[in-house]
């Protein structure tokens, strides 16, 4: 019978974090995943949500049961997010506008593996 049982948990594993993972401010970083729960009637339901880093506050979520998550889900869950957080869209262009003279789109763009190589057609 003793078998049959799990061991007893001897905690979390310890894990050296190398770099800075702590957000010191709000909407510096936000993240986005989503899980899966089986029910007994062999359907799935799905559940993705976004949150800030900082605070670990759930700005929006989505749940539902057909299909699979794909990148347009992940877009609108962001949206939604932008809206939760800064309000109207004249709010978010607002922020947008803000970024963009701060260089993060460019910056984002030259983070991207091959980005900035000069394309030499096919």
Sequence with gaps: MASLLLQRSTGRPQRVHKGTIMMTRS?????????????????????????????REILSY????????????????????MKARFGSPSAIHTHFMRWMK???????WRALPGAGRASTGP
């Design 62 to 81: 989505v749940v539902f049961t057909t299909g699979g998550i794909d990148g347009n889900l992940i877009r609108d869950l962001m949206v939604k997010a």
């Design 27 to 55: 909407n510096r970083r936000w993240c986005s995943d989503a899980f899966e729960i089986a029910c007994w009637s062999k359907e799935r339901l799905r559940v993705a949500f976004s949150l800030d880093c900082r605070d």
């Design 102 to 108: 701060a260089g993060f789109f460019v910056a984002l």
